[in-house]
């Protein structure tokens, strides 16, 4: 199982990611997770990605591609991954590809957690009340959902026609969202 989650900030990629960690036993790797150990270690990783991070940028797509390609190498991504907020750019995307291809790995599925952009907004607060993000003040908020706009929606063009494409209805309960996946990924 190599499977791809895509959906915009809030869109509930993380939880779900858990679940399926679980259920399948392979690995997540989630960019914004090692940014934000790296942050919280204060690497030269970490500093760097910071000032994109509370900004709502995107960290540049070759420090980005770079983490990734070393994570993807490590034998634990052999049987199966959960990539979860990665690819966030066309440059990105066509990057994984030649990473795959290096290592002799195809996607089992592409899932995209549909959810509207009201919802997110409502959803990111919330969380920014439980978590204390420093991406998520509203500023910042609205900064990352145009960013995903703009950079990482197009994607959905980049995965539609690759046979690997599943579109899941993120507005539904978490449970629902879930089984559609596992459905998606048994199919
Ligand atoms: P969310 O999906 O809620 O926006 P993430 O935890 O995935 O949150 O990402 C947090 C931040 O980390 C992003 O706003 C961005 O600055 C950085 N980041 C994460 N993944 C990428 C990526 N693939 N490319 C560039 N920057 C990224």
Excluded: W
Excluded at 25 to 41: H, L, W, Y
């Amino acid at each position: 199982m190599h499977i791809l989650l895509m959906g915009p900030p809030g869109a509930g990629k993380g939880t779900q990611a858990v679940r399926l960690v679980k259920q399948y036993n392979i690995p997540q790797i989630s960019t914004g997770d090692m940014f934000r150990a790296a942050v919280k270690e204060q690497t030269p990783l970490g500093i760097e990605a910071k000032k994109y991070m509370d900004a709502g940028q995107l960290v540049p797509d070759s420090v980005t591609v770079g983490i990734v390609r070393e994570r993807l190498s490590k034998d634990d991504c052999k049987a199966g991954f959960i990539l979860d907020g990665f690819p966030r750019t066309t440059a990105q995307a066509v990057a994984l590809d030649a990473i795959l291809k290096d290592i002799g790995i195809s996607l089992t599925a592409v899932v995209n957690l549909n959810v509207p952009s009201d919802e997110l907004v409502k959803r990111i607060s919330e969380r920014a009340r439980l978590e204390n993000r420093d991406d998520d003040k509203p500023e910042t908020v609205q900064k990352r959902l145009t960013v995903y706009e703009e950079s990482t929606k197009p994607l959905i063009d980049y995965y539609r026609n690759s046979g690997l494409y599943v579109e899941i209805n993120g507005l539904q309960d978490m449970e629902a969202v879930y089984h559609d996946i596992v459905k998606a990924l048994e199919k």
